[in-house]
């Protein structure tokens, strides 16, 4: 069982950064995948970024593309989401998620084996 714990959220200009972290209470996160995903209010949760075990690869969605940096710190058991440029529309609960799929290539939630317990982000215009 993979406890994970994200922090970081709060509220933001438009325009503004934040990075969210993602600390894990098991070592053998290390060999997970890592994802990040949104839910705003009445719509459904949506992949944000997602990175492999070994950090070499990483995959975004189109919405974020360009903005957004996922990362991990192996040695800290810790992932992160560095969010940049940020938009009112991007406002929801973000969720840190580990696969033992370890590619990072899973896109749905469903693939996904522990979750945190969310955190949120507010963009203000």
């Known amino acids: 069982q993979v406890q994970l714990v994200e922090s970081g959220g709060g509220l933001v200009q438009a325009g503004g950064s934040l990075r969210l972290s993602c600390a894990a209470s098991?070592?053998?996160?290390?060999?997970?995948?890592v994802g990040w995903f949104r839910q705003a209010p009445g719509k459904e949760r949506e992949f944000v970024a997602a990175?492999?075990?070994?950090?070499?690869?990483?995959y975004y969605a189109d919405s974020v593309k360009g903005r957004f940096i996922i990362s991990r710190d192996k040695a800290l058991n810790t992932a992160y989401l560095q969010m940049n440029s940020l938009k009112p529309e991007d406002t929801a609960v973000y969720y840190c998620?580990?696969?033992?799929?370890?590619?990072?290539?899973?896109?749905?939630?469903?693939?996904?084996?522990?979750w945190g317990q969310g955190t949120q982000v507010t963009v203000s215009s």
């Open positions: 990175i492999s075990w070994d950090g070499r690869s990483t």
């Open positions: 098991e070592r053998t996160f290390y060999f997970y995948a």
């Open positions: 998620a580990a696969d033992d799929n370890d590619s990072g290539r899973n896109r749905e939630p469903k693939e996904y084996d522990y």
